[in-house]
Structure formats: C-alpha cells, structure tokens
C-alpha cells in the first residue's frame, strides 16, 4: 500500500473507531500499517500532528456558517454535532486539537464573525462564538460518553439520560440568548 | 498513617493536581500511600467507585441552587465553573463521573428542578439543565486545556485564546434565552 497522509489518517480514524481516542498511537497505526513508527514521522512531525489532520477529516463534512441569523446558527451547530458523533471520541478529538489551536485559525472565528456582522459587538461575538462551540461539543461529549458507557454495560442508562436528544433544545435556547443581545 | 477513604481520595486528588488524570490509578495512589493497591479494594469497589468520591471532593463547596432566577443561575454557574478550575482535569473528571451517573443522581436534576419551579415547561427545564451543565463543563475543560498546553508550552496563546475569560458572558447568553422561554 501506498503511505501517505491520507492512508495514515484513514488508518487513524479507523482504530479511533474502534477502539477510542487512548489507542491512537504512532506505534498503534504503525503497526495497522506494517510499517515503522518513523515511517509515519516523515509525514506527520508529532502525533499532535497527526491528530490535527484526523480532526480536520472529521470536520471534512461540516459546511462553512453562512450567516450569523438564528436558523442558519441552528442547522449549523446540528451539522456539527452530527459530524462528532459520526466517529467514537471525535468530540474528544477535536476539543484536544482546538486547545492547542490559537482561536484565530480555529473554527470559532468564523462563527464570530457572522455574529458580528449580524449585529452583536465584537466582545459578545467572541463569547458567543466560544459558548456556541463549547456547548455543541460539550453536548457531543456527553452523548459520547453515554454511549461508551451503555457499550460497556457498566450502567443502566435510559433514554432520558441521553443528551442527543437535547441538543436541538439547548441550542435554541442558547441562540435566542444571542438574538436578545443582538436587540440590545 | 490510616488508611480510610477520606485518605484516598485526598492522595488521588493530589496525584490528579500534579500529575493530571491519566496518572490517577489504583497502582499509583496505593505506591504513594505505601500500601498494596489490594488494600485500596477495602474502601472503594472500583477505581470508577474512586473517581465517583474525586468528584464529589471537588463539588463539595458548590452551594445547592436555590432557585431558578437568572441572576442565581449565573452565579451558580460561575461557582461551578471555579471549583471545576481549581483542580487540574476537574471537568474531565467531573464530566466522566456524571455520563456514568444516571440523571436523576447527579448534579443536574436540580438545576431542572430549579427551572421548571421557576416557570419552564418539563421537557425544556431538562434540556435548559443538560446545556447549562454542558456549556459550564466544556468552557472549564477548554480552559483546563489551554493551561496545560501553555504549562507545556507547545503553542503560543494569548489572552484572547482563554475561554475563562468568556464564561461570565456565554452562561448570560443562555440565561437570556431561558428568560425568553419562560416568557413564551
């Protein structure tokens, strides 16, 4: 097989799938791979490399926001939930990859700047921006969590318990804070 | 010294502040107490019995909510997010301890009780809960994060960057928007 980037983190995201975010290791897709570890370093510097480049394939589907008006803030923050839990731990994933990612070239600018242009004053836009991330992925990470967990039998959770279902909910509620400051 | 689970917890919660949560095992904490990690089994089931009485040690000085109020809401929040803070992975912890809690045993049933005495309908006070828990959660773990990664000095961020700085601002956003729920 022909190693590069691609088939790196395709084999990447397939041992993410299967068996989480802890086994993700060079030596771990190395080894998938039949290759050495260093054979993977002449394409990925770090493993924070390479877990940048899973995040990114993980947010491939996500589309840019296209406007900071409610509706368009609503659908986007379900698309981003929705491509999170497509994958085991990838709100995980990409939390760790986003801590280390200066905000400017993270994908929080772009929803502070739609919420900008909609009317909200840059210091309200940042917040807004972060919350809004925060929320979703904290969302996904609960749902993730939940699911591992009833995966594992280590519980007895009910459907109740499943913070999926409330995302639309939160969302809505978190938007029309936003839509309250804007009439500020 | 005697060993009691006041003990553990205390040499876990050390362990968690300087080493971070993927050095808190039974292994490590009976090394530190100089005992047999069998005799740890003695007070506590499991390490996930363990981390179950970490996170309430960290939630200790977290008040009850006394009411639905926004201004209550906010501060409660900001408490939270403070004793989430003052330990390093708080929110990891916190956050792994409640996704295997059931609903109804854990922090955020009485936020929900708070909410719909204050006016919420049933089904958005659960949701209104679960978001406010999240939203708290993911900005103390993007906070969490950031310190680390500027304690490992791996990247360069700025002030700007700390979503601690945005909590008092996103926890207003999704108070305003419960306002406009109970308004409805």
């Known amino acids: 097989m022909n190693l590069n980037r691609h088939t ?18 060079m030596r771990r897709i190395a080894s998938a791979l039949s290759v050495q570890p260093s054979a993977l370093y002449w394409h990925f510097a770090s493993k924070q490399e390479l877990l940048a480049a899973v995040a990114e394939e993980i947010l491939h589907d996500l589309p840019r926001l296209s406007s900071g ?24 994933v990409v939390w760790s990859v986003l801590a280390l990612t200066p905000w400017e070239e993270g994908i929080g600018l772009t929803i502070e700047q739609r919420l900008a242009e ?15 991330l925060n929320l979703v992925l904290g969302q996904a990470l609960s749902a993730d969590q939940r699911r591992q967990a009833q995966l594992l039998n ?18 809505a509620i978190f938007v029309a804070g936003i839509d309250q400051a804007r009439s500020c």
């Open 69 to 92: 008006e409610s509706t368009r803030l609503r659908l986007w923050a379900a698309r981003l939930h929705g491509v999170l839990l497509r994958h085991r731990d990838g709100a995980e």
């Open 8 to 25: 790196i983190v395709t084999c990447a995201l397939t041992i993410l799938d299967t068996y989480g975010l802890p086994d993700v290791t």
């Open 154 to 171: 280590v519980t007895t959770l009910t459907d109740a318990d499943d913070p999926a279902t409330t995302l639309d909910d939160t969302v």
């Open 118 to 132: 909609s009317g909200l004053t840059a210091s309200l836009a940042h917040s807004a921006a972060q919350g809004l």
